[in-house]
């Protein structure tokens, strides 16, 4: 079964906010209005704690002294890679710079660059029916279908290529594979470079949109992140990127939330500014960490919602993806602590 792109749910807003959401800024003067916007939306609005790499920026942010003004949010991409297990589907989760607008554990991905504009040998839809599947200009749909075909290689080693449009590489591992991932993440050769070389097509075809998450307004760096979906290709498997050191692991979107359920001292520790544990501590050993969900960002969380439950891969890719931007704000729970807010969407669950 083809893992290929179906049309948008429905089209996009402006970039950085979806239609009809409120925009992310600091709270109101006057505090009656606040407590009447939160009667009204509180069963509309998820919550989550504030990460603790979060916590300054947030603070500047309420400043009312410092008049502090959003910075414009990157173009970027990030892929959820899947595959099937005996313990149902999995995702690869890995680490990333600290202060990452991603978080510092998150899905694959990274900002768009100049050379993701370059002329490429690939097969699968066209610029024009990308611009379509995302309702974008082409130029950005483009960009960020090369932006997450790259930042998936770079970091896990997985390409998405083949020798023809229906095939892709047996193994992108070895010290030959390492070394050209390398380059591509240094810039010192580009993917269409790399595609020519090797004689190769860029299977555009097997990623999948997702979601497109903007990150809140008040961290100081911002991406709007285009969210694809990939199934792992056969006799590829992902492995760090040698320079960088930053582990990776598979996990199970459902375990991943049920621990975050059963963890009743999730908050307080948010709350602390100690999480409990390291990226490197939650991803390195043998087995994910079972306090890893604490290091997740809403957008992460809230895509492995998505996953869960699917009976495979297959399943996972075949849901309509959301594509109308999100974005957590800050906000203030009912203990008055520092939160990320974000509205749910209309219809609960993706569906077919």
Same mark, same amino acid.
């Given at each position: 079964?083809?893992?290929? %792109?179906? &049309?948008?749910? *429905? =089209?996009? +807003? ?6 009809? /959401? #409120?925009?992310? $800024? ?92 370059? %002329?490429? &040998?690939?097969? *699968? =839809?066209? +610029? ?6 995302? /309702? #974008?200009?082409? $130029? ?92 792992? %290709? ?119």
């Amino acid at each position: 079964m083809s893992n290929s %792109p179906d &049309p948008a749910a *429905g =089209p996009s +807003g402006p970039s950085g906010c979806a239609p009809g /959401q #409120e925009q992310a $800024g600091r709270p109101s003067s006057s505090a009656t209005a606040v407590e009447q916007r939160r009667s009204e939306t509180i069963a509309a609005v998820r919550r989550f704690p504030l990460l603790p790499e979060y916590r300054a920026a947030a603070e500047l942010w309420l400043d009312p002294e410092q008049d502090t003004a959003p910075v414009t949010a990157q173009d970027a991409a990030c892929t959820v890679l899947l595959r099937d297990s005996p313990q149902g589907v999995e995702t690869y989760l890995c680490t990333h710079e600290l202060r990452s607008p991603f978080g510092s554990v998150a899905f694959p991905g990274g900002r768009v660059i100049g050379a993701d504009d370059d %002329p490429i &040998p690939w097969s *699968g =839809p066209t +610029g024009k029916q990308w611009a379509s599947l995302l /309702q #974008e200009d082409v $130029g950005d749909a483009r960009r960020a279908v090369m932006a997450a075909a790259r930042t998936l290689f770079v970091t896990t080693g997985v390409l998405l290529a083949g020798r023809r449009s229906d095939s892709t590489i047996a193994t992108s591992g070895g010290h030959d594979w390492m070394s050209v991932r390398e380059e591509v993440a240094a810039g010192e050769r580009s993917m269409a470079e790399l595609m020519v070389e090797r004689r190769l097509l860029l299977r555009t075809e097997l990623l999948r949109p997702m979601a497109r998450w903007v990150t809140a307004q008040f961290v100081h760096r911002r991406f709007d992140l285009r969210c694809f979906l990939v199934i792992l %290709p056969e006799r590829q498997e992902p492995s760090p990127l040698r320079s960088r050191d930053r582990p990776g692991a598979w996990v199970s979107p459902e375990q991943v939330l049920r621990a975050r359920r059963d963890d009743t001292g999730f908050a307080a520790a948010a709350r602390s500014g100690d999480p409990g544990l390291t990226a490197r501590e939650a991803l390195g050993g043998a087995e994910p960490h079972p306090d890893l969900h604490r290091l997740l960002t809403p957008f992460t969380l809230l895509l492995l919602e998505d996953l869960a439950g699917a009976g495979s891969a297959i399943a996972a890719a075949a849901h309509r993806p959301h594509l109308v931007p999100r974005m957590a704000r800050l906000d203030r729970d009912d203990d008055g602590q520092l939160c990320f807010a974000v509205d749910r969407r209309s219809g609960g669950r993706r569906r077919r």
